[in-house]
């Protein structure tokens, strides 16, 4: 009698294998979508593809909170997510560190000023503002991951910092939840007798702009010893030595400048203001005192 055990054990094992491989992408991406860090594009936005560099530490779930972080000049997301990384693993939130390369974004133009204008003051369509691709990159990120989050927290330094303070003030609806703008290396004041991006004149906003940006939840967070030069055009120009010297000459400028601002329209000013004892112009000492006035509810 011919053995025909052996041959359907064979073909039972083959199929095994066969439905494995077809299962494992699958299996594998439920299993490690959550406690990894990487990156990927996201493109669904009318401007150039971003790239997206990802914490996501053990534990997190669905509905863990997410910080998206908006890097300096030098665009280094890398760098910064791995800055993070270790206090979204002791604090327990997912980090999003957003990379808007300098091939597509090569001034303070289309990255600090967020793409409002060009270099010529010329106002661009809103739908190509960098400032536009951040919620749906948020979207994008909970649509990849299935988190239910509704709202993010938001975090810039240096110019990212001066990105953070401009997008609260250009996209007022946006899902922030709270944001902290760390050492923005020249200032957007609430003056309309001060051209933009050092003021407001000469930029398309609604009558009440000023008032529902001086009721966001932002904290203006400064190194008391970021006291360098800046280099870049804007940064380095005349009407941002007017507002100081330096970097925390210059985040003290907005925050007495947001002050008389609701002061004259009767209004609260929701803004804080810490000095980091001890710091210069850093990400990596910044951060961990930014994540205490992110991470509260």
């Given amino acids: 009698m011919p053995n025909?055990?052996?041959?359907?054990?064979?073909?039972?094992?083959?199929l095994c294998n066969l439905l494995l491989l077809v299962l494992a992408p699958s299996l594998t991406r439920a299993q490690s979508e959550w406690a990894v860090t990487g990156q990927y594009e996201f493109s669904d936005w009318a401007g150039p593809k971003l790239k997206v560099f990802y914490s996501i530490p053990p534990q997190m779930d669905a509905d863990s909170q997410i910080v998206v972080v908006?890097?300096?000049?030098?665009?280094?997301a890398d760098q910064y997510r791995d800055e993070w990384d270790h206090l979204a693993v002791a604090n327990q939130f997912i980090t999003l560190v957003v990379e808007a390369a300098i091939k597509s974004f090569p001034t303070e133009f289309e990255y600090n000023l967020g793409g409002v204008i060009d270099s010529s003051g010329n106002q661009r369509?809103?739908?190509e503002w960098l400032f536009t691709a951040i919620d749906p990159l948020?979207?994008?990120f909970k649509n990849r991951f299935g988190s239910n989050r509704k709202t993010y927290n938001l975090y810039g330094h240096s110019a990212g910092g001066g990105f953070v303070h401009r997008f609260l003030l250009f996209k007022p609806d946006a899902k922030v939840n709270k944001a902290v703008a760390a050492n923005p290396a020249f200032a957007t004041l609430p003056d309309y007798e001060k051209d933009f991006p050092f003021g407001l004149r000469g930029v398309n906003l609604p009558e009440n702009a000023v008032e529902n940006w001086l009721e966001k939840s932002l904290v203006l967070l400064l190194g008391d010893r970021d006291r360098d030069p800046r280099t870049h055009p804007l940064s380095n120009s005349f009407a941002a030595q007017q507002q100081g010297p330096h970097v925390l000459a210059r985040g003290m400028q907005l925050y007495q400048?947001?002050?008389?601002?609701a002061g004259s329209q009767h209004s609260g000013?929701?803004?804080q203001l810490e000095v980091v004892p001890r710091v210069g112009h850093s990400n990596a000492h910044m951060a961990s005192y930014a994540v205490k006035h992110l991470l509260h509810e």
Avoid: H, Q, Y
């Fill in 4 to 14: 025909t055990i052996r041959p359907s054990i064979s073909k039972a094992l083959l």
């Fill in 70 to 76: 908006i890097p300096g000049a030098k665009r280094n």
């Fill in 125 to 127: 369509p809103e739908n």
């Fill in 138 to 140: 948020f979207d994008d």
């Fill in 257 to 261: 400048s947001a002050l008389l601002a």
């Fill in 269 to 271: 000013l929701v803004w």
